[in-house]
């Protein structure tokens, strides 16, 4: 029997029977928790701010903030701290610098100054040094009159804003959304998005008034184009004619309300210089309304209005409805090529068929050309304008089902901001979902166009949200790796071709990528339950595996020796903690998925007890994971003529070849990824697989080596726009002992926000919770609304998708996790009593653990749990 096994026939003894309850020593991590290593917990003095992590943003604390409404993939505008709107990017694509010409305002009759904006103030930032502003901002609304405060809060998906004015006697609220259902994976990417305004009047006048909202066509920018504006119920819509041979020009942006005395104005005046935009405004100043007919085109933009009457004491709200509709593109990422070898299609068997995508409808695209996934859903902007009015309100219902039982949790406040401020990324161009409704992303988006294209295999494996939240988009990146990305060798691209196809394989595999994709294969089973799956994508699984030992350990050690590409977009040569720890991940994600289907294994349990004898003894050095930097005695070609994103070797880089070795290694650094790999295969529901007191003491290294409270004396060359100067943040990694090579790998002296998670949830996984929470607490610092949007952060480009490593944190803290396999619910709390969020393939709630029972509260479709185990409280 092996230790794996034991494990299990152990966990299986002591529940007991028929209650679901099960108490066990902390077999799975807690029992390894300290170091040995008397004094080594060093305690940070993290700065505080003037706010308080997870509570409003007033005053400065305003200026940066713009928070994602929009579905998953299907584009999004973000909605300023102010109320603003800004970051309009519906056209498929990022455009971060996007805000379009529009605003709404509120009018009261008989009022001095009683039109506004419905807007705080505009930041000062916007004045000078943003693009245009040398110009003098021209075309903006900056110089409209606008409300003196402005307080936002969030509560994701939710955000509100509080507005107020002496001018005004109303109280005024604005409230931003879209829809967010997780295991609702189609609500939840529609193209739509809402802004509610309520308006209260709290004192003993009635007010005669007029909301309006008023807007340019911002589609308009293609030259040749027909432009118009046209009719919608208690609305309009702004449109685009494709221009020929040119289908993704076209585009289509509905406004409407749901009141039925709302008077539209499809076209403004149309004039010169700012003609259109002042006498729009003068129509608003003076509480007035205007009536027009969509005309043939050029339309320079359109208002609706809503007058009432506010008696004393009532409230009325206003519900601004907003969907898009580009349903073609010009992208077309990567070249086809058909594996003669392997047959991809549906018809072949592969785990990719349309039956086991998880996805909605499987259909095939009539283009070459990416298709937004909503394109295969409706048939225009009108379908969907009916469907976002019809179902808004049971939308809403369900979305705050989530984010009410999501708030409910009590743990730490920093660690609940930095989870949610990172769900944003599923509602940001960074996420795309194709015509079939498979998954494909971007690693971030730059300001213009997405950035690091094909849900990169590596960087993804850090981003914990989706699996749980939607499991079957999550799966559909599975399918798409083990099926198009990977060649009959096992070669697997770490890129995906857009659209999703059969790529051209001539480059490096991702070691990281690929090896982690072993792991979240174990991951997705154990979440969805889907045995019938596992059993499918099986095959290809072991392919994958036996080309990893295959290229990256041919001489069977147990260890990745061979150089080996890795998300720091360069080859490390010779083993190393950080992708051996993969290695060893991905042999036993294989042992127990082969033993689950009867498979021989023994050549994967050889391999893995080699490796863990090799990691924990000469790849540590007696406080941390480290390199042993190689490349004489390998397989490998020379480094200095070997294929790299590294560039060739000139001739003073052949000297340093000479004394250290190659370029862009770590040797014997601590780098906080060193052990990354038992990280994600916790997260992927595995056993421990590496020494916890050894994997302890590496994070406690990281924390007291690469926490930083101060940056003021970092010298970074490299890209330090993510933290500087008296910023604190965790460097990628550091020399402690000595021995930092002249170029060690190209971002270690960088701060990442998904590495700091990663390191804060490992960290808290193995009890130190408070060394985990001094990490959170100063990357959040930095995010705060000052100087960085605090839903907006960012590694190489804008909504990075490494940052959902923050959501690891929920387990962590809670152990808790359901198996679906077993329908069993696991706890093993470093907080001790805890409410916290729960999200299942089929279903999400709350559980609350107190006095060493959990119970669970099912509020969106169901979890069925036969048995729970509960894992020793103490650390």
């Known amino acids: 029997m092996n230790k794996f096994q034991k494990r299990r026939s152990f966990l299986k003894s002591v529940v007991l029977g028929g209650t679901g309850i099960a108490v066990s020593p902390a077999i799975i991590r807690a029992e390894d928790t300290t170091t040995g290593m008397p004094g080594s917990i060093e305690q940070k003095n993290v700065p505080s701010t003037g706010r308080k992590y997870n509570s409003p943003y007033t005053g400065e604390y305003l200026n940066r903030i713009a928070f994602p409404v929009g579905g998953l993939g299907a584009g999004m505008f973000c909605l300023e701290g102010t109320g603003a709107i800004s970051h309009m990017s519906v056209r498929n694509r990022p455009e971060i610098y996007h805000e379009p010409s529009l605003f709404s305002a509120i009018a009261i009759k008989g009022l001095k100054n009683g039109v506004k904006v419905l807007e705080g103030q505009v930041p000062d930032w916007k004045m000078f040094g943003a693009r245009g502003t040398g110009n003098g901002a021209a075309g903006t609304t900056y110089g409209l009159p606008r409300f003196q405060n402005a307080t936002f809060k969030t509560h994701f998906p939710f955000a509100s804003i509080e507005l107020q004015d002496d001018d005004i006697p109303l109280q005024v609220a604005v409230k931003g959304w879209s829809p967010f259902i997780p295991t609702d994976e189609d609500n939840s990417s529609l193209p739509v998005g809402a802004l509610e305004y309520t308006f209260t009047n709290k004192t003993t006048q009635n007010f005669e008034a007029v909301f309006s909202f008023n807007t340019k066509n911002f589609l308009a920018n293609t030259e040749g184009a027909v432009n118009k504006i046209a009719s919608i119920n208690n609305g309009f819509i702004l449109k685009q004619d494709a221009v020929k041979d040119k289908p993704e020009t076209e585009g289509n942006f509905a406004v409407f309300t749901d009141d039925n005395n709302t008077i539209v104005d499809h076209c403004w005046f149309r004039g010169g210089w700012w003609d259109p935009l002042t006498m729009a405004w003068n129509t608003v100043h003076d509480v007035k309304t205007r009536a027009s007919e969509p005309v043939e085109k050029d339309a320079p933009g359109a208002s609706l209005f809503v007058p009432f009457t506010l008696a004393a004491g009532a409230s009325k709200t206003i519900k601004l409805m907003m969907t898009w509709y580009i349903p073609e593109t010009s992208m077309h990422i990567g070249q086809i090529v058909l594996d003669e070898k392997k047959d991809c299609s549906p018809e072949s068997g592969c785990c990719a068929a349309p039956e086991d995508l998880g996805v909605a409808n499987g259909k095939k695209s009539p283009s070459s050309n990416y298709k937004p996934w909503y394109s295969s859903r409706f048939a225009n902007v009108e379908e969907v304008a009916d469907y976002w009015k019809k179902n808004y309100n049971d939308l809403h219902s369900k979305s705050k089902l989530f984010s009410e039982a999501f708030y409910t949790s009590t743990l730490p406040p920093e660690v609940m901001e930095a989870i949610a401020a990172n769900l944003t990324i599923l509602k940001s161009p960074t996420v795309l979902r194709q015509y079939d409704g498979r998954l494909w992303a971007w690693e971030g988006c730059g300001d213009d166009g997405g950035c690091c ?47 999703i196809s059969p790529l051209k394989h001539d480059f490096h595999a991702a070691s990281d990528g690929q090896l982690g994709g072993i792991m979240k294969v174990y991951r997705e089973w154990r979440v969805s339950g889907d045995n019938d799956w596992l059993r499918k994508i099986y095959p290809v699984v072991k392919t994958s595996m036996d080309y990893c030992i295959a290229t990256w350990d041919p001489k069977n050690k147990g260890v990745i020796e061979e150089p080996h590409h890795n998300t720091y977009d360069i080859e490390f040569w010779g083993p190393d903690g950080m992708i051996t720890s993969f290695y060893l991940g991905a042999l036993t994600a294989m042992i127990l998925m082969g033993k689950h289907l009867n498979k021989d294994v023994s050549r994967y349990e050889d391999l893995y007890k080699k490796g863990k004898v090799q990691l924990e003894t000469n790849l540590y050095d007696g406080e941390y994971f480290i390199q042993d930097i190689e490349y004489k005695n390998l397989k490998a070609e020379n480094p200095a003529t070997a ?74 060359p490299q890209r330090p726009a993510y933290a500087l100067g008296d910023e604190g943040g965790l460097l990628l990694c550091t020399w402690p002992k000595g021995g930092k090579l002249s170029l060690p790998f190209v971002y270690s002296d960088e701060v990442w926000t998904g590495i700091e998670y990663q390191v804060a949830a490992h960290l808290m996984e193995m009890g130190h919770v408070q060394q985990g929470l001094d990490i959170v607490k100063l990357c959040r610092n930095r995010y705060d609304g000052r100087v960085r949007n605090p839903f907006n952060e960012y590694e190489c480009g804008h909504w990075y998708a490494r940052a959902m490593s923050s959501y690891g944190m929920l387990q962590a803290l809670t152990g808790v996790r359901y198996d679906a396999v077993d329908k069993t619910l696991y706890v093993d709390s470093k907080v001790g009593d805890f409410t916290s969020f729960l999200s299942t393939a089929t279903g999400f709630g709350t559980i609350t653990y107190k006095a060493g029972k959990p119970s669970v509260k099912v509020v969106y479709g169901k979890i069925d749990i036969n048995k729970t185990v509960v894992g020793n409280k103490k650390a």
Request: some cysteine; hydrophobic content about 30%.
């Open 643 to 716: 294929q790299s994103f590294g560039g060739s070797y000139s001739d003073e880089a052949i000297e340093i070849l000479k004394q250290e070795g190659p370029k862009y290694q770590y040797g014997k650094g601590c780098l906080s990824d060193g052990i990354l790999g038992a990280w994600i295969g916790s997260m992927c529901a595995l056993p421990p697989f590496v020494d916890n007191k050894k994997v302890s003491s590496h994070l406690l290294a990281i924390h007291k080596y690469n926490l930083k409270t101060s940056l003021k004396e970092h010298a970074n």
């Open 453 to 499: 294209h094909g849900s990169c295999t590596h960087v993804w494996n850090y981003a914990q949200a989706m699996p749980h939240l939607f499991p079957m988009l999550e799966k559909s990146l599975r399918n798409t790796e083990f099926c198009e990305n990977q060649n009959k060798e096992g070669h697997q691209g770490f890129r995906a071709n857009l659209p």
